[in-house]
């Protein structure tokens, strides 16, 4: 059965770069009548918070991805453990305790000399007694996997077909001197265990899996379908690594972006079919097909996800946006007529403050000099109540009569004395919430 995960470190919020992987990772469990879990990589216990992992739920619930499953790193340590023993019996994970800084230098000179800089092993060659000596003056050393020098060999359900010569990749740390487990063999021990059939993550996750296939395989375990988005860059394909902290969900959704908006952008963005807005997570998964993305840097503009969200809104019956409507201070009984006239006008919800503010206290009016015995003769002329969708109708064409004025040199003035704007909603729509004008009539 189709299994995914979507496996974030709780060290910060997840922002719109998580979002594309938690979203290919739902939608292919989805399509295919499979579980997607939700896995908690919180192995690293001075980074990783609880608040975060509160935050973590929360964006998922507001988007609409629900797990089905939720699993945390730090619960299964002892699997870890276990995994790592295999690895030491089978002669595949060594100790190692050269320093950073030794690291930093061996880099350099290889480097230097035209080479890559790859781990040399020289920890595989210390005697028993030479690592005693190392562990009495430096304390425990780090654990590396030994890989095979062979090439590493996966059809990337993006990239297409992936070879990487393991002798240019470092043996991978997989323990840290301390005893912390890391990233690399955690995930492993957890995809195979969990029986992750598909893995959609970051092309900076490329190397990884070049090495978790080999752990993969050590363990005993079947590798999963690799696929590796790229990754999202700026407007003007500027790196966004560091302004993804701006692009958090938490503040999208404080901006007033719309989960369907968001959902709908990134479940294209990137890939070869056009971005369309979708009314519902059945249109996204059944749109939804992860080797139709491309492999280059997919450019993202936060400012496309407000006419997403725009129309997105428009096409909502009142029931979806009661409570906004609500908070905006309108009343229940105006409730229906203001949503339909507001909705062609608004960004985000935030916006329906301001059009109810205007249909409650009215606006400063908008009147130029050469229409202000237009104007005087337009109010004498207005209707009596009660206001309906008509009475624009009637108003303006009784005006016209009286005043020979039609087209923009009717419309237009009466539109900014009412509104005090030259632009905005149906005036016909507008005119019965007018509560100024409603007393009066
Ligand atoms: N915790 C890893 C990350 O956030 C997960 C990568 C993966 O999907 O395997 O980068």
Not at 77 to 86: F, I, M
Request: charged share 30%; proline share 5%.
């Amino acid at each position: 059965m189709t299994t995914t995960r979507f496996a974030p470190s709780p060290t910060g919020y997840i922002h719109v770069g998580n979002l594309r992987t938690a979203l290919m990772n739902y939608l292919i469990a989805r399509k295919a009548g499979g579980t997607f879990i939700l896995r908690i990589d919180d192995t690293d216990p001075e980074r990783s918070k609880e608040e975060y992992v509160d935050a973590i739920k929360q964006d998922m619930e507001w988007l609409g991805l629900h797990w089905d499953r939720i699993e945390r790193q730090s619960d299964r340590l002892d699997r870890y453990a276990e995994a790592a023993d295999k690895l030491r019996e089978m002669g595949r994970f060594y100790e190692a305790f050269e320093t950073p800084t030794e690291l930093d230098l061996k880099r350099k000179k290889q480097l230097n000399m035209g080479k890559p800089p790859v781990y040399d092993r020289a920890a595989l060659n210390l005697s028993d007694a030479e690592k005693e000596a190392l562990r009495a003056e430096r304390g425990n050393g780090v654990w590396r996997f030994k890989l095979d020098h062979e090439r590493i060999e996966w059809n990337d359900g993006i990239l297409g077909d992936i070879s990487i010569d393991a002798a240019s990749v470092s043996d991978p740390v997989l323990i840290r001197g301390d005893g912390q487990v890391l990233y690399t063999i955690a995930s492993v021990v957890d995809d195979t265990e969990m029986g992750v059939t598909d893995v959609v993550r970051g092309s900076d996750h490329v190397t990884n899996t070049a090495t978790q296939i080999q752990i993969i395989e050590a363990l005993g375990g079947t590798c999963p379908r690799f696929a590796h988005h790229s990754l999202l860059t700026g407007p003007q394909g500027e790196a966004l690594s560091k302004r993804l902290g701006t692009l958090a969900l938490r503040d999208l959704r404080e901006q007033g972006v719309q989960p369907m908006a968001l959902l709908s952008l990134m479940a294209r963005l990137g890939s070869s079919d056009p971005v369309e807005l979708r009314s519902d997570m059945a249109e996204l998964i059944d749109g939804f097909d992860v080797n139709r993305f491309g492999a280059a840097p997919t450019k993202f503009d936060v400012q496309d996800l407000f006419p997403l969200t725009a129309k997105h809104l428009q096409s909502l019956p009142l029931a979806d946006v009661a409570d906004a409507v609500a908070e905006a201070g309108v009343p229940a009984e105006l409730a229906a007529p203001f949503w339909a006239m507001a909705r062609e006008n608004i960004t985000t919800l935030a916006d329906l403050k301001g059009w109810w503010e205007l249909c409650r206290d009215g606006a400063e009016p908008l009147i130029d000099d050469e229409d202000r015995e237009f104007i005087a003769e337009a109010v004498a002329l207005l209707p009596e109540g009660p206001f309906d969708s008509e009475t624009w109708g009637i108003w303006t064409k009784a005006v016209k009569e009286a005043t020979g004025r039609k087209g923009k040199g009717l419309f237009m003035p009466l539109r900014k004395a009412l509104t005090g704007m030259e632009r905005g909603p149906e005036m016909a729509a507008l005119l019965p919430l007018l509560q100024v004008i409603r007393a009066r009539g």
